[in-house]
């Protein structure tokens, strides 16, 4: 089956910096999406983006298919951006596999 | 409604206990998805349906649990004499299709059943 890689694993950031998380997938997909799980445990969904480039205030993400990539960029980061980061794929029928995630925490 | 809705938010068992759990897909959404999330990091995919019927149950351990979807009704993840193994967080998602490249698939999560067995 595809296989997600996200990186860096763990993240520690001063807050106002930026950042950029990866994820690499092993096959072409018709879906994918970038999720914030805060430390409550609530999955948020960030961008759907099979493809091209979004913005959404602070947050922009960009998946290139063709290489099988996407980036999730946070810029002037906040104590809120803390929590996991993760990105699922699918590419045939309807489930999500999800990489093993990002865990970002931002210091004050 | 607008979100999905999961009851209970926490369940806690004896081992060899029954748990069920019960999710509300968003008004509209024809497709609902439950995920289990163990240790933190870990999504395992358990099984889907479109509307009432079965669409994929590849990800379900088969000889403890069961789902269904029945017409208005919210649907349901139930677990025959729970395992210590089974102690996660269960998540439902819908979404209002799943072919192609459409926004139509985002899929939507709830907030999340945390089961814990003892």
């Known amino acids: 089956g595809i296989q997600v890689e996200q990186s860096p694993p763990d993240l520690i950031l001063q807050e106002g910096a930026n950042s950029t998380l990866r994820c690499n997938f092993s096959d072409s997909v018709n879906n994918l999406q970038w999720f914030h799980q805060n430390p409550w445990g609530q999955l948020i969904n960030l961008f759907y983006?099979?493809?091209g480039t979004k913005q959404n205030g602070r947050l922009s993400a960009t998946t290139v298919a063709t290489e099988r990539y996407s980036l999730l960029y946070i810029s002037s980061s906040q104590t809120t951006d803390s929590g996991v980061y993760f990105c699922a794929v699918k590419n045939q029928g309807g489930k999500l596999i999800f990489g093993q995630g990002t865990e970002l925490s931002v210091k004050p | 409604g607008e979100e999905v809705a999961q009851t209970p938010k926490h369940l806690v068992r004896g081992e060899g206990q029954k748990a069920k759990l019960y999710c509300a897909p968003i008004k509209g959404h024809s497709y609902v998805f439950w995920y289990q999330q163990v240790l933190k990091n870990e999504f395992k995919f358990l099984i889907s349906?479109?509307?009432?019927?079965?669409?994929?149950e590849t990800g379900m351990p088969k000889e403890r649990f069961s789902a269904k979807c029945l017409p208005n009704s919210p649907c349901s993840l139930e677990i025959q004499a729970t395992k210590l193994e089974d102690s996660a967080v269960y998540f439902c998602a819908s979404s209002q299709g799943t072919s192609g490249v459409s926004s139509y698939n985002e899929q939507f999560f709830g907030p999340g059943t945390r089961l814990t067995v003892l």
């Open positions: 349906f479109q509307n009432e019927n079965v669409f994929d």
């Open positions: 983006i099979p493809s």
